[in-house]
């Protein structure tokens, strides 16, 4: 059973390059902006990211410069963050309409693994394989940045030994990143069991047989109760700054910097400002899974029991 | 003789349509089936209830299992190529042969890498990079190095050439082939594998129209050349189905005492597409 969803993920890799090609790419482009800034403001003086400054400056704390990289780590992260939303949600919709498209199901229906396994398998490389092949990216492009950066203030004649490595939280921050990413699916999980469900439902077009009734189911409602509950709570939902794993304004304040300026004698940890057991305890998300898991049962149900020729 | 597929009263209906119509048949071990029948007949309906791809009403038991609710533990056993069983475009051998080896208890990699050296697929390649043969002969390597009791091969060499079709069947029987497996086929091109099944059916309308071993046939069906009088005295006798070739009258004959017609023109065994259609144009009539 497990070896076979091992199988079953590995073979979703072989399939779905985009699984690694999207990080890869995102982490190609940061670089390269990452880059492009050091240039521009090692050619003009001006640092477009003021929290550049900081780092070189050595009249600041030490909490500061430490909070100045966390925050530019975090900053690269974030658009990981955006590029493993659309991959997940792209990677769903097509995980169980293209074996159908090329002809292909039938040849995997002729080994003896079962709908459930497979069904199972595609769900699992969209919860574990997209956010750990996301973490190797970030880690890799976080690493490239600081060297960068190192680079530069080097050539700045600053120490990049004290101020970059020996400051930035690394493990710190990698261990709050990929907590976070792992909890991005696990939220989102509603959302994928319906694409997966679509994915293996639809004839054809499953992005609009995805997308329509989200848009439409809660115009209804509007139009017969005059109220927007589904709408808000679909919202809800896509958006990543409301998952209960944090409290995004306390995070802000975290490191605004009078805050900072009050906290001089504390380090801050991002791990800290994470709440995984209230995200894993609250009702949210438990419901969400609860909802992914009826979607996940006709999806499987749809690819057990449909004729498909 | 074991029993491997046993149907009994098997229906399967389409909204008003009866694709396959009570149908009663077994298929014995060691057996080479040969299921025939035009297009709309009920062969794919047939195979996919015996492949538990499709339900269906009567009894149906495939390896002593309900191929329907037991699909796993029977795909360990069985194999199937079907034309519409396509290979995925994107796969490379070797990472196909790698899954199958961690899915597939029976899958021997020793010696699917063995009939695959004998062929010019390239292990780094992707099936879509390979020929219609390539992939055949891909496919067939596959399910020839899966220990399986039940081969089902559906229109198996469609649009292949006649160089790879011909090769299809000497390794079929060559590699695959050992007396104890059982191969269940159906093919348009009935004369290629005349000589390699041991047993046929023919199947129209839903319907068996002949079930019956390869070595019994001669004596139940013989076809006579015959033409003027003889061929009006051969008619008494009931032909199921009467053609014109070259201005003489070819008439078929089931279950007739072979004497009665001997003296009446050239006798010979039916081939078994023109016995096909015989059954088939006979039943029309």
């Not at chain 2, 079907?82 to 490379?92: E, G, H, N, Y």
């Not at chain 2, 042969?97 to 029976?106: A, K, Q, R, V």
């Not at chain 2, 063995?114 to 992939?135: F, I, N, P, Q």
Request: charged residues 20%.
């Amino acid at each position: 059973m497990i070896a076979h969803q091992f199988a079953l993920i590995k073979r979703e890799i072989w399939e779905h390059r985009s699984v690694w090609i999207t990080p890869a790419a995102v982490a190609s482009v940061v670089t390269f902006v990452a880059i492009a800034v050091v240039v521009m403001v090692a050619a003009f003086g001006e640092a477009f990211h003021p929290e550049i400054e900081k780092i070189a400056d050595a009249t600041i704390p030490d909490v500061m410069r430490r909070a100045a990289l966390a925050i530019i780590l975090l900053v690269n992260t974030s658009v990981f963050v955006m590029a493993m939303w659309f991959l997940t949600i792209f990677y769903c919709l097509d995980a169980l309409y293209t074996e159908r498209k090329d002809k292909s199901i039938l040849f995997w229906r002729s080994l003896p693994i079962t709908d459930a396994e497979t069904v199972v398998s595609k769900l699992l490389t969209a919860v574990f394989a997209i956010p750990v092949a996301t973490m190797a990216a970030v880690i890799v492009s976080h690493l490239l940045n600081l060297i960068i950066m190192s680079v530069w203030l080097g050539t700045e004649g600053v120490n990049p030994f004290r101020f970059i490595w020996g400051a930035v939280p690394l493990f710190d921050t990698w261990a709050a990143v990929f907590v976070f990413l792992l909890a991005i699916p696990i939220w989102l999980a509603p959302l994928l069991g319906w694409f997966l469900f679509i994915s293996a439902w639809a004839k054809r077009g499953p992005f609009l047989r995805a997308v329509l009734p989200i848009a439409i189911l809660p115009i209804l409602e509007y139009i017969l109760f005059k109220s927007w509950n589904l709408g808000l709570a679909i919202i809800n939902r896509l958006a990543i700054e409301t998952m209960p794993i944090y409290d995004i304004n306390e995070l802000a304040s975290g490191f605004d910097e009078d805050h900072l300026h009050s906290l001089l004698e504390q380090d801050i940890s991002l791990v800290s400002l994470l709440d995984v057991s209230g995200f894993l305890t609250s009702v949210e998300v438990w419901a969400g899974l609860l909802v992914c898991g009826l979607f996940l049962t006709a999806a499987i149900y749809v690819r057990r029991y449909r004729d498909e020729s | 003789m074991t029993s491997l597929v046993t149907a009994s009263n098997v229906s399967k209906s389409f909204g008003d349509i009866r694709a396959v119509d009570n149908v009663s048949f077994q298929i014995e071990k060691g057996k080479i089936m040969g299921l025939f029948g035009p297009n709309g007949a009920g062969k794919t309906t047939l195979l996919k209830a015996v492949l538990g791809l499709t339900d269906c009403e009567g009894q149906l038991s495939v390896l002593g299992l309900d191929p329907f609710k037991q699909r796993k533990e029977l795909m360990q056993n069985i194999c199937f190529i079907a034309d519409v069983a396509v290979l995925p475009r994107w796969i490379k051998v070797s990472q196909l042969l790698e899954f199958i080896e961690s899915t597939h208890p029976n899958f021997s990699r020793a010696r699917a890498d063995e009939l695959l050296s004998r062929t010019k697929v390239r292990k780094d390649a992707k099936v879509r990079e390979l020929s219609k043969g390539m992939v055949t002969q891909l496919h067939l390597s596959i399910i020839t190095a899966i220990d399986a009791r039940l081969l089902v091969l559906d229109e198996p060499t469609l649009g292949l050439d006649i160089i790879f079709r011909k090769e299809f069947y000497a390794n079929l029987l060559n590699d695959y082939f050992d007396g104890e497996r059982t191969i269940l086929i159906t093919t348009h091109q009935a004369e290629e594998i005349e000589n390699l099944m041991t047993d046929i059916m023919f199947i129209n309308d839903g319907r068996i129209l002949l079930d019956s071993s390869m070595e019994t046939l001669p004596d139940e069906y013989v076809e006579l050349t015959t033409s003027g009088e003889d061929a009006d005295r051969a008619r008494q006798l009931g032909p199921i189905y009467e053609r014109d070739v070259f201005g003489k009258k070819v008439m078929t004959f089931e279950g007739v005492d072979k004497e009665k017609i001997a003296g009446l023109g050239e006798l010979h065994t039916p081939s078994v597409t023109d016995l096909f259609v015989a059954k088939v144009k006979g039943a029309a009539a």
